[in-house]
């Protein structure tokens, strides 16, 4: 079966790290489906049936965007808020992502010491994705240990990016594992 990827980028082209992953998986079609939510809803009109559809045919569904102001971009938000509803979700009768598995892959453009207890962030990674972990837990669903580069903004250099593409592509094909650059 085929890794769902819902992609949330809002400038993928300006992207180095995210725009490599992409490129990464679109050379793996047997295996990946990558879905751009920018490019799908340049308008913010998210066709919500489709999207439920789409989630019910997987059962690896893979996040990948940039920490945006320590969360999600805001249509990879507003897609959760639209696409997860009571019912279909959650609730009484909602259990379309139960036994799911849903992961993270993300771009941190700050280092990885400044997401230690200690660090200039205040907060680990763990502690930034409880919200999404938490959403996992309460559709049913399994929350994978996250996959994420640090130093997306200023430190990686080109060798650094393509490894990272060779990574999450392992990530994606084992559903397993946590890789951390």
């Known amino acids: 079966m085929t890794t769902l990827i819902i992609l949330a980028h809002p400038d993928i082209e300006a992207s180095r790290v995210n725009r490599r992953w992409r490129q990464e998986l679109?050379?793996?079609p047997e295996d990946v489906?990558?879905?751009?939510l920018y490019k799908e809803y340049p308008d913010w009109s998210i066709d919500v049936p489709r999207e439920q559809r789409l989630l019910e045919a997987h059962d690896l569904i893979i996040f990948q965007f940039p920490l945006y102001w320590y969360s999600y971009p805001p249509l990879l938000k507003k897609w959760l808020d639209d696409v997860f509803t009571h019912g279909w979700a959650y609730g009484s009768n909602g259990n379309k992502l139960n036994g799911k598995k849903l992961g993270i892959a993300m771009t941190i453009g700050?280092?990885?010491?400044?997401?230690?207890?200690?660090?200039?962030?205040?907060?680990?990674?763990?502690?930034?994705?409880?919200?999404?972990?938490?959403?996992?837990?309460?559709?049913?669903?399994?929350?994978?240990?996250?996959?994420?580069?640090?130093?997306?903004?200023?430190?990686?250099?080109?060798?650094?990016?393509?490894?990272?593409?060779?990574?999450?592509?392992?990530?994606?094909?084992?559903?397993?594992?946590?890789?951390?650059?």
């Open 26 to 28: 679109l050379l793996h």
């Open 33 to 36: 489906i990558v879905h751009e």
């Open 110 to 181: 700050d280092k990885k010491e400044n997401y230690l207890p200690a660090g200039s962030v205040s907060f680990t990674v763990d502690e930034i994705i409880a919200p999404f972990q938490a959403s996992a837990i309460h559709v049913g669903a399994t929350a994978l240990p996250y996959f994420a580069v640090f130093g997306a903004s200023f430190q990686a250099s080109d060798d650094d990016i393509n490894q990272s593409a060779v990574d999450y592509l392992r990530y994606v094909k084992q559903d397993t594992g946590q890789f951390l650059l």
